[in-house]
Structures are given as C-alpha cells and as structure tokens.
C-alpha cells in the first residue's frame, strides 16, 4: 500500500468502528464543557471514557452522581447503566479511537494566556498515543495552538501527523489525526442542546478534518468543515470577540442613556423589531463567565507577535471592565440620595452567579462588585440559591460567606438590595416590596408597577 492511500484506509476503517459504535470515545477534562458531550456520545451508544486529574469528580461520577447544576444525577446513572466510565488513568487513552480534550484555558495574572492544562493534558497523551488515534482540541485558544503548542508534544514519540492542506494534501499519510472544534455551548441556553449546534471542525491535515468531521456527524445536526485548525480556532473568537464588543457597545449606550434620561432596555427593543441587520445585545453589570471576558485576550496577546494591535478588544475590555465601578457609583448615589453614606451601608447583592440560572462563578461581575462595596466601608452579604456558601478562588477570598435568606424581614434590614444575576427563581414582586431601596443592574423589575420610587436602574 502506498503512503497515498495509508490515511484513507485507516480513515475507513475509524469511519466504519464510528458508524458501527465499535468506536471508543475518551472526553478530556469533564467540567462544563467536557461532562455534557460524554453523555450525548454514550446517549449515541458510544462507549465513552471520561479522564479527569479531579479524583472528586471521578467519584461523584463513579456514585451516579453529578457535580453540574444542570445535569441530573438521574442523567449520570443511566449513562453509568450505559457504560459511561470516568477515570484519572491515562495509561487508557491507549483504548480509546478518539479522544477530545475540554480542559481550562484561563488567563494567568498577568491577563496572558495559560495554556499549561492543554500543555499537561498533552504531555499526558502522548506516551500512550496509538497510530489512526483521533485527538481533537475543543479547549477555546488563540490561532496556532493546535499547530504549535499540541501538534509537536504529540509528535514526540515518533508518530506524524503533518501540518498540509489543499487539493494535494486530500490523502496525506497520517499516523494519527489531529483537529480542532471549538465548544459553542451555551449554559442555561435550553432552545439550543448540544446536538443542535453546528460544529466547525478544522484538521492538521485534510484527514485529520475528515476523521473528526465523521465524530462529530454522528452526534451533532450539522458539521462545518474549515480549511485548518487556525480558522477553526479564530471562529471560536470571533464569535466571543463579536458577543464582547457589541455588550461594551450596550453598556457605554446604556451609561449615555441613564444620563439622558432615556430608558436603553426600551431603545434596544425597539431597534429589535427591525428585520434584519440587527441583533439585540443587553447591558448588565459587566462581562462574566469563562469566555467572554477572557477569550478575546487569547487574540490580543497573539496578535502582539504579527505587530498588531486589535483596539476594538481592548476598548471593549476598557468599557466592560468599568461595569461593575459604574454599578458601585450609582449604589454610592442612590444612598446618598436616602441621605445615607456607603460606608457602614448593610447591602445585599442578588446573585453571585455570572449570569441568570446558571451554577458558575467564574469572572462574574457581583464578587467584583461585593469587593469594591467592601473597599468602601460597606457591609455586603449575598444572596444566590445556587450558591449556599462561598470560598476562596482565584482572585477573591470570600470563604465563609454563607447566602443569606430572602424573607421579608432579612430584606427590610439592607439599607439596599443590588440586584447584580437576574435569576429566574427570584420573586421581584416580594423583594422590591420588602426592600427599602432596589439597585437593578438587569432591569429585571421592568414590568413591576408598584414600589418604582425605591427603583433605580444603572
Ligand atoms: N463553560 C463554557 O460555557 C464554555 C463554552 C465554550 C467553550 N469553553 C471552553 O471549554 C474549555 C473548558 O471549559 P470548562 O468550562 O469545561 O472548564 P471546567 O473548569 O468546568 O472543566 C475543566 C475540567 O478539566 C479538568 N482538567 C484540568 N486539567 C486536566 C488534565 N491535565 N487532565 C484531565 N483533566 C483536566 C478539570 O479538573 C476540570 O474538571 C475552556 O477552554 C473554555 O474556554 C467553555
């Protein structure tokens, strides 16, 4: 057999152990983004190992159990029942034909990029690493991480897996495939589940897009095939960078707007009605969750090596981050205007979650905001049913912290009550009634009549 037609053999042969669900899948990294695909692909009649280094993770899972707001443990235990298995043990990537890495990609302190999970996760692989074995990275990332970051550690036990495209690449010999797919989830979102959200998938190689194009299809409604890893990976952002500038866009309209004495929630919904060209974007009390904030920093520090600087992200950073001081301003002055000062102010922030019915904390805006209350000499407690307690993280300490409860008589003893996540569960109603002054950084108490005096939107 010739090079030429090697790849396209092994291609049919992982094809047909696809179709046929001989195929074994290994998910990477079962967080948020790693834990829903291993129970479509298992739902899909794959035998799916997921492989974590968070040993509580794997036993929770082990028990039937789930760790993840939205996922019922009645979830886990049938997909166990289905095979389902989680292990810390990567000497069992050597089983698995295809295996998809969901690890953090965060920013360090210095706001660069840190990429020592997909590096470890990598290194990990790679001695295990099997000829025909399909690798594909989904962890959000700059343009070239696939190339130049996974493609050599995998490389370093001999096996190839070279960097070509276009027409004469089509068969490129290949000993194992390499793409990358960036995740498009959206938590919380319940119009769009996993398998109906396209996925773009880009290879090393025009094989490595068709070994991972033919996973994929069997699980999601369509598969969008790029020329390389680099589109796939600069899709992903531009669709962050996208959501990032048109949200600093409604947030600096929305200060003007305050100023003006023009109701911005109203404008957006008006221009909403307006059939194409478009699209609604609503302002808060600054940017949260692990993408957002976080991934168009990934192209910034990228592009700092082409001599290119990409103002629109840093603007966009510039306006989203004065968010949450915006916020502390305007408790700062709707105090003042009850003749209180901030300092020894007892408040209550709604919501620690970074957005509404979601179980994730991360780069939320409220622990911002509880900061700089604290800083001001406030007294600041929270209230999150999806967070009985806080501890410490990364940027902030709030171990110890506990929610406190929303009943008419604990609301009454804030000297105000920020409304920061405008989670569903919440009774506006009751607590505007029940507070003695309302900050809403949601506009979450639009439709609400009586009571409008405590009300003050920023
Ligand atoms: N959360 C989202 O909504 C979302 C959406 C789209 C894309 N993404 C991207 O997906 C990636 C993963 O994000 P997430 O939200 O699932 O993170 P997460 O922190 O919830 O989960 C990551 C998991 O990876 C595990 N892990 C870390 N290092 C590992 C290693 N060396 N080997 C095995 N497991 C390891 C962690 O223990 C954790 O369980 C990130 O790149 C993120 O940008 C996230």
Known sequence: MSSQTLSSASIAELTKRIQNRQAKVGIIGLGYVG?????????????????????????????????????EASEIKQAREQGFDA?????????????IICVPTPLDERREPDLTYVETTAESIAPH?????LVVLESTTYPGTTEELV???????????????GPDAENIATDFYL?????????????FGLAQIPKVVGGINPPSGRAAAAIYTQVVSRVVPVSSTRAAEMAKLLENIFRCVNIALVN???????????????????????????????????????????DPFYLSWKAREYDFATRFIELA?????????????AISEALNKKRKAMNGARLLVLGVAYKKDVDDLRESPSLKIMELLTDHGAHVDYNDPHFPQLHKMRH??????????????????????????????????????????????????????????KIVLC
């Open 252 to 294: 600096e309209l929305k200060q003007l707007s305050l100023r003006m004495g023009i109701d911005i929630w109203e404008v957006i919904d008006a221009a909403a009605t307006k059939p194409f060209g478009f699209m609604p974007f609503y302002p808060g009390p600054g940017l949260g969750g692990h993408c957002i904030p976080v």
């Open 129 to 133: 690493l099997q000829k025909s074995q």
């Open 87 to 99: 292990t810390s043990d990567y000497g069992r990537i050597k089983e698995m034909d295809a295996i």
């Open 179 to 191: 793409a990358f797919s960036p995740e498009r989830e959206d938590p919380g979102n319940k119009q």
């Open 396 to 453: 902030y300490d709030y171990s110890g912290k506990k929610s406190v409860p929303l009943d008419a008589k604990t609301l009454a003893s804030y000297d105000c009550v920020v409304i920061a996540t405008d989670h569903t569960s919440y009774d506006y109603a009751s607590i505007v009634e029940s507070a003695q002054l309302v900050v809403d950084t949601r506009n979450t108490t639009r439709r609400l009549l009586r009571h409008r005096d």
């Open 35 to 71: 834990l829903p695909p291993a129970l479509l692909y298992t739902e899909q009649k794959f035998t799916v190992t997921g492989f974590d280094i968070d040993e509580r993770k794997i036993s929770t899972l082990h028990q039937g159990g789930s760790y993840i707001y939205r996922i």
């Open 317 to 329: 950073g510039e306006v989203n981050t004065a968010m949450p001081y915006h916020v502390v301003d």
């Open 151 to 165: 493609l050599p550690i995998l490389e370093k036990n001999g096996l190839r897996c070279p960097i070509a495209r």
